[in-house]
């Protein structure tokens, strides 16, 4: 019996990589109900703090680039930035320039979705831009970025998502008019680790399927690309100039503000959209009240049990980004709604993140 513990043991720690040890070791004070969960391999997290000779030491725990999870929301941001820099390719055009899709009923510019995006995570204000950009262009701009872990396929919460035909954008220029329309080809599908999720799945008519759900068209972005857009974003000088993202300063003013922002602090309903909303680490589990100390840019996404945060989170004294993904589909039926958001992916970002802080805090003083 004694040997078989030791050898149980054994396996034990020779799973769990030195990275992993390290990261435990220097930021989770031996909480056994975080290690629990960081544990299970459906968790990814990925740590650079940036101390103040701007050096970057970088840590991560279970990373792997060939797991797939659903990114959710978290695709906005990439959209967002490479709307931008679509944009600037053509020099009438601006950030306010008024434009409508086709079929739409609403005249909009690009600063005003990407107000929704970021303090509402708005579906219709990304669907605008994917229809601007197409899946073509954003898949290219990864490469193009050095991106090679990432696909999209299709447009959020919509019929026909994946459509490879764009609806026409018009720009309105005074008394003239600029129109974009995307005919895209199909990606290449996923070939990861885990594209096949669960044991059943409710389809678009609401029939359970007995078998798992085929994950291979849909959209990724690993925790990698991820956390290089933020860091792109933050510290282009450390990058080719190729992989820098090409905006003006009214546009990086314009998407930090939006980034940073609380949707109260613009005018929307604080009851509708509290501080902890789009807020994953730090209050994402609502126990810690509101505080201003730490500044958050950030971006969530949240679907089929997959939650996922990627920020820079900053104060006097700190200056990290951080980027984590969990699975909280329990019951591994993909699209019944029922998931452990509030009980397990919702406490365990928001814990993991402020033990980072505390121990970063710890070690400076």
Do not use: W
Request: hydrophobic fraction near 40%.
């Amino acid at each position: 019996m004694k040997k078989l513990v030791y050898i149980l043991l054994f396996l034990i720690v020779s799973c769990y990589s030195s990275g992993n040890l390290e990261f435990t070791r220097m930021f989770i004070e031996n909480n056994s109900d975080v290690i629990k969960i960081l544990r299970n391999n459906k968790t990814q997290v990925k740590l650079t703090v940036i101390d103040k000779n701007k050096g970057f030491n970088e840590y991560e725990y279970n990373v792997d680039a060939n797991q797939y999870f659903y990114p959710a929301s978290t695709v906005k941001l990439p959209i967002a930035l490479f709307a931008l820099e679509k944009l600037n390719e053509h020099k009438y055009l601006s950030i306010d320039t008024q434009f409508m899709l086709e079929d739409d009923t609403l005249k909009t510019t690009m600063r005003r979705e990407l107000e929704k995006i970021f303090l509402l995570s708005d579906n219709q204000a990304s669907n605008r831009l994917f229809e601007f950009l197409g899946q073509d262009y954003i898949n290219q701009k990864f490469i193009s970025k050095g991106m090679n872990e990432s696909r999209i396929f299709h447009r959020l919460s919509t019929t026909n998502s994946s459509n490879l035909n764009g609806k026409r954008v018009d720009f309105f220029l005074n008394d003239s008019v600029i129109s974009f329309q995307n005919k895209n080809k199909a990606p290449a599908k996923l070939n990861l680790k885990g594209v096949k999720k669960g044991v059943s799945y409710i389809n678009q008519k609401g029939i359970l399927i007995k078998e798992p759900m085929d994950f291979s068209e849909k959209n990724f972005i690993s925790i990698n690309d991820l956390h290089k857009i933020i860091k792109i974003l933050f510290f282009p000088d450390i990058f080719e100039k190729s992989e820098r993202f090409n905006l003006t300063q009214l546009q990086k003013d314009v998407v930090l503000k939006y980034m940073s922002g609380y949707a109260k602090d613009f005018g929307y309903n604080e009851k509708t959209y509290p501080y902890f909303f789009n807020k994953f680490f730090i209050f994402g589990d609502k126990e810690l009240e509101f505080s201003n100390s730490f500044k958050i840019y950030n971006k969530v996404g949240l679907a089929y049990g997959h939650l996922t945060d990627v920020a820079y989170i900053i104060n006097d004294d700190i200056s990290i980004i951080l980027t984590a993904t969990i699975d909280v589909n329990t019951n591994k039926i993909y699209n019944d709604d029922n998931y452990d958001y509030d009980l397990v992916g919702f406490p365990f970002l928001a814990k993991i993140s402020r033990m980072i802080l505390k121990a970063l805090i710890k070690s400076s003083n």
